[in-house]
């Protein structure tokens, strides 16, 4: 029995968290196989290998895994090969990239990232962005990521300090889903001081001219626990900020603000989460 596309399309957008399944469906018949892809494909999750310390030979081979497997998809996605499978990846999630020295991992992720050519959602979990950690080339690539056109959604936790983190949204010129928690807002600090409105406001922004003022048009934001949730509101209310904060529809913050930044960002809000502040 012949389904129609659409159909085909349909029952397998309901399979797409049932990976076993869909390898199965892509076997059924011609009009089953791509968007079988499309399901199996749709998010990657790249999670760094980490031994123990005086880790046996059994624990290392969990880092040749690794490399095997992110081999085995610069094949799959390799353009001569089949790029359209390249492109069905649309949420791409790195973890626990926070091990100094590892240039050699890296440069095998930063083959496979290379490849998407489709991401709409890049989440960032652990991913240290200093100097000592994360390579250059792996940093070079996952900022290209933020530079695509295709690229509306981010969402990262615990790493990347401040200053990088405005320079990398500010290139993200469609982003539309914003989401922050302890670690990138703050970067060095877990101060819960009422006075952290008042700290590392403005000196720390460089206006990088990459996209106009206010023409990014957010439309969620969530930031979670950090005592420097300010620093992320002041910029946002900088002339030169690309973000357009008016036009948030959802906001999302789990921290004490005062009902003037309230006031500035809810102007068209339709959904909110947050304690306010006595001031």
């Known amino acids: 029995?012949?389904?129609?596309?659409?159909?085909?399309?349909?029952?397998?957008e309901n399979l797409y968290?049932?990976?076993?399944?869909?390898?199965?469906?892509?076997?059924?018949?011609?009009?089953?196989?791509?968007?079988?892809?499309?399901?199996?494909?749709?998010?990657?999750?790249?999670?760094?290998?980490?031994p123990a310390p005086y880790a046996s030979d059994a624990e290392?081979?969990?880092?040749?895994?690794?490399?095997?497997?992110?081999?085995?998809?610069?094949a799959l996605f390799d353009r001569d090969a089949k790029p359209h499978l390249a492109s069905y990846v649309q949420s791409l999630e790195l973890r626990r990239f926070c091990e100094p020295e590892q240039d050699a991992l890296h440069a095998v992720t930063a083959k496979v990232i290379q490849r998407l050519t489709d991401v709409k959602k890049l989440s960032?979990?652990?991913?240290?962005?200093?100097?000592?950690?994360?390579?250059?080339?792996?940093?070079?690539?996952?900022a290209e990521v933020?530079?695509?056109?295709?690229?509306?959604?981010?969402?990262?936790?615990q790493s990347c300090p401040f200053p990088e983190l405005a320079y990398l949204l500010s290139h993200a010129a469609h982003l539309k889903v914003l989401n922050v928690d302890e670690g990138w807002v703050s970067g060095d600090?877990?101060?819960e001081d009422d006075d952290d409105e008042n700290r590392l406001v403005g000196p720390l922004?460089?206006?990088?001219?990459?996209?106009?003022?206010?023409?990014?048009?957010?439309?969620?934001?969530?930031?979670?626990?950090?005592?420097?949730?300010?620093?992320?509101?002041?910029w946002l209310r900088q002339d030169s900020c690309p973000f357009l904060a008016?036009?948030?529809?959802?906001?999302?913050?789990?921290?004490?603000?005062?009902?003037?930044?309230?006031?500035?960002?809810?102007s068209n809000l339709k959904e909110l989460s947050c304690s306010l502040s006595s001031g």
């Open 17 to 50: 968290l049932d990976t076993p399944t869909l390898l199965n469906c892509a076997l059924v018949g011609k009009a089953w196989v791509r968007p079988s892809q499309r399901g199996i494909f749709r998010a990657i999750i790249l999670e760094f290998p980490l």
């Open 189 to 191: 600090s877990d101060s």
């Open 146 to 157: 933020f530079k695509a056109p295709s690229l509306n959604e981010v969402s990262s936790v």
């Open 205 to 234: 922004i460089v206006d990088t001219g990459v996209n106009p003022p206010h023409s990014i048009l957010l439309d969620e934001l969530r930031i979670g626990n950090s005592g420097l949730i300010y620093l992320f509101i002041s």
């Open 124 to 142: 960032l979990f652990r991913v240290n962005w200093d100097s000592y950690t994360l390579s250059p080339l792996l940093k070079e690539t996952l």
């Open 1 to 12: 029995m012949l389904f129609p596309n659409e159909l085909v399309d349909c029952i397998l």
């Open 246 to 266: 008016q036009n948030l529809q959802s906001l999302e913050i789990h921290w004490r603000i005062n009902r003037d930044v309230l006031q500035y960002l809810g």
């Open 60 to 74: 290392y081979s969990v880092v040749n895994d690794y490399v095997n497997t992110c081999e085995h998809f610069v």
